[in-house]
């Protein structure tokens, strides 16, 4: 069974970093691309940063040169790295991945930006 776990949101000033955790199980995690999305309240869930098996990194250009996706294979654990907060950022983060055309997503955790 596919389990996700995200952790690390909280509350932040803008301007201020976080970095969130999700931690995979039942999943052969090496071979998988890993993915954040968000979503802010009344608007619909978007694609933040992507990594694949071997390293490559996509990112919206929203978070480009302020975020950074990394990935610790050993640990079954996908990271985002988030600096330079502003509250636009202000939102749900879920980590995903696709296992035999199923996706999977985590329960969330909030990330809120104040001003």
């Known amino acids: 069974q596919v389990q996700l776990v995200e952790s690390g949101g909280g509350l932040v000033q803008a301007g201020g970093s976080l970095r969130l955790s999700c931690a995979a199980s039942?999943?052969?995690?090496?071979?998988?691309?890993m993915s954040w999305y968000r979503q802010a309240p009344g608007k619909q869930r978007e694609l933040v940063a992507t990594?694949?098996?071997?390293?490559?990194?996509n990112y919206a250009d929203s978070v480009k040169g302020r975020f950074t996706i990394s990935r610790d294979n050993d640990k079954n654990t996908v990271y985002l790295q988030m600096n330079s907060l502003n509250p636009e950022d202000t939102a749900v983060y879920y980590c995903?991945?696709?296992?035999?055309?199923?996706?999977?997503w985590g329960q969330g955790t909030q990330v809120t930006v104040s001003s």
């Open positions: 995903k991945t696709n296992q035999r055309g199923f996706d999977y």
């Open positions: 990594i694949t098996s071997s390293g490559t990194t």
């Open positions: 039942g999943v052969i995690f090496s071979i998988r691309t």
